[in-house]
């Protein structure tokens, strides 16, 4: 009797608490930060429109420039066909890597560990360099044997062919093993109940475990984009008019360099967040679409 008395005491106790407003914890601490922040974004942002350093004038001015917006151009085909040659180069390594043939999973794994293992930097000037190792390309016999047709290299391979296969190989290597910790993601009775409903290895991946591992893969492959248009601003050792390539040549001329550096900058930011959007869309939408397919939906 005493044990039920007191259960019931709680449960009044409870209830008549239930109805009292809920107090708040002081924290002063949490307030100090609060007060610094917001003296620190003061300072900033006082700081970027009254130095006349950052003249805001010119960069208004050259903001919507024609060789400005050129470059902008340059930049988005620069990265959308990089990252079109890594996503499709990183799929088709990423299956060799998880090859049974030792051969093809070893050159895959050859090829991720020399491109992730040397500076991009450095990879962009050996290809707007190729012309000094192989003057001409061509079709031929291998070692040493007659040539049917070939080219000279600097026609070939231009500044922008030697930025797009610089670009696009190093980002097929850093792709390849994004979307192989995707594919490892999808537990392995998933591909077994494929296989004993009678499924081929290339239902498999396409029905069942590429639709789990997507859900894996889209946010690093959406970082992956997100840099490479930042990236892409490394071209300009080899040439190629990119935006900060046209900015820079610009204030050779004007020796207006921040202004023009924060034109470069404020286009970077616009792109890197219609980028972070699209990302969360895609997020959003694989993340919906995520529920492992049952078998018969497959078919």
Same mark, same amino acid.
């Given at each position: 009797?005493?044990?039920?008395?007191?259960?019931?005491?709680?449960?009044?106790?409870?209830?008549?608490?239930?109805?009292?407003?809920?107090?708040?914890?002081?924290?002063?601490?949490?307030? $100090?930060?609060?007060?610094?922040?917001?003296?620190?974004?003061?300072? &900033?942002?006082?700081?970027?429109?009254?130095?006349?350093?950052?003249? %805001?004038?010119?960069?208004?001015?050259?903001?919507?420039?024609?060789?400005? /917006? &050129? #470059? /902008? /151009?340059?930049? *988005?085909?620069?990265?959308? *066909?990089?990252?079109?040659?890594?996503?499709?180069?990183?799929?088709?390594? $990423?299956?060799?890597?998880?090859?049974?043939?030792?051969?093809?999973?070893?050159?895959? #794994? =050859?090829?991720?560990?020399?491109?992730?293992?040397?500076?991009?930097?450095?990879?962009?000037?050996?290809?707007?360099?190729?012309?000094?190792?192989?003057?001409?390309?061509?079709?031929?016999?291998?070692?040493?044997?007659?040539?049917?047709?070939? %080219?000279?290299?600097?026609?070939?391979?231009?500044?922008?062919?030697?930025?797009?296969? #610089?670009?696009?190989?190093?980002? $097929? $290597?850093?792709?390849?093993?994004?979307?192989? &910790?995707?594919?490892?993601?999808?537990?392995?009775?998933?591909?077994?109940?494929?296989? &004993?409903?009678?499924?081929?290895?290339?239902?498999?991946?396409?029905?069942?475990?590429?639709?789990?591992?997507?859900?894996?893969?889209?946010?690093?492959? #959406?970082?992956?984009?997100?840099?490479?248009?930042?990236?892409?601003?490394?071209?300009?050792?080899?040439?190629?008019?990119? *935006?900060?390539?046209?900015?820079?040549?610009?204030? =050779?001329?004007?020796?207006?360099?921040?202004?023009?550096?924060?034109?470069?900058?404020? %286009?970077?930011?616009?792109?890197?967040?219609?980028?972070?959007?699209?990302?969360?869309?895609?997020?959003?939408?694989?993340?919906?679409?995520?529920?492992? /397919?049952?078998?018969?939906?497959?078919?």
């Amino acid at each position: 009797m005493s044990a039920v008395s007191s259960t019931e005491h709680d449960r009044i106790d409870l209830v008549a608490m239930s109805g009292k407003p809920v107090l708040r914890r002081r924290r002063p601490g949490q307030l $100090a930060v609060v007060v610094l922040l917001v003296l620190v974004v003061l300072w &900033a942002a006082g700081t970027l429109v009254t130095n006349d350093g950052f003249d %805001w004038p010119v960069v208004g001015r050259y903001l919507l420039d024609t060789r400005i /917006l &050129a #470059g /902008l /151009l340059v930049t *988005i085909q620069l990265t959308v *066909i990089a990252e079109v040659i890594g996503i499709v180069g990183g799929l088709v390594l $990423a299956v060799m890597r998880m090859s049974d043939s030792r051969v093809i999973a070893g050159v895959a #794994g =050859a090829y991720i560990w020399f491109f992730r293992g040397t500076p991009l930097l450095v990879q962009l000037l050996f290809w707007g360099f190729a012309a000094a190792i192989f003057p001409e390309v061509g079709i031929g016999v291998p070692f040493g044997g007659p040539m049917f047709v070939s %080219w000279d290299t600097n026609q070939v391979i231009s500044l922008m062919t030697a930025a797009i296969l #610089g670009l696009g190989l190093n980002e $097929a $290597a850093y792709t390849a093993e994004v979307v192989r &910790a995707g594919l490892l993601s999808v537990p392995k009775g998933q591909t077994e109940a494929s296989r &004993a409903m009678g499924f081929s290895s290339l239902q498999t991946l396409r029905h069942v475990v590429v639709p789990q591992a997507m859900k894996v893969i889209i946010p690093p492959i #959406g970082n992956n984009v997100n840099a490479m248009l930042k990236t892409t601003s490394l071209v300009v050792v080899i040439g190629v008019g990119d *935006i900060l390539y046209n900015a820079q040549q610009i204030y =050779a001329k004007n020796l207006e360099q921040i202004p023009l550096l924060i034109v470069a900058s404020i %286009w970077y930011l616009v792109l890197t967040t219609l980028v972070g959007l699209g990302q969360s869309r895609l997020e959003r939408r694989f993340s919906r679409d995520a529920v492992p /397919l049952t078998l018969r939906e497959a078919r």
